[in-house]
Nanobody, 117 residues
Framework: QVQLVESGGGLVQAGGSLRLSCTAS????????IGWYRQAPGKQREPVAG???????HYEDSVKGRFTISRDNAKNTVFLQMNSLKPEDTAIYYC???????????WGQGTQVTVSS
């Protein structure tokens, strides 16, 4: 099993920055990709960014140039640096760990990000 714990959410004004953290524990060797997803009120959960064990990154168009995903392998932690935040970035942000071998997804409990205009 894998446990994922997010932190770093909060309230920020438009144009501000936040850094989210996702720390993994347990059988972390099973995880091939760590991704950030978000879910706004009344909307479906959507992908935001992802990073592979090899460091390859992917971003959704809505956050390109503003968000940066990175990882600290020694600490089993993935970060999401969010700059130039907009009110439409307001959502609960979830960390996802995907095991390709076992075809399994693990989710954190989520952290709230609120951007005021």
């Amino acid at each position: 099993q894998v446990q994922l714990v997010e932190s770093g959410g909060g309230l920020v004004q438009a144009g501000g920055s936040l850094r989210l953290s996702c720390t993994a524990s347990g059988s972390t060797y099973m995880i091939n990709v760590i991704g950030w997803y978000r879910q706004a009120p009344g909307k479906q959960r959507e992908p935001v960014a992802g990073i592979t064990n090899g460091g390859t990154t992917h971003y959704e168009d809505s956050v390109k140039g503003r968000f940066t995903i990175s990882r600290d392998n020694a600490k089993n932690t993935v970060f999401l640096q969010m700059n130039s935040l907009k009110p439409e970035d307001t959502a609960i942000y979830y960390c996802n760990g995907r095991s390709l071998l076992y075809n399994t997804n693990y989710w954190g409990q989520g952290t709230q990000v609120t951007v005021s205009s």
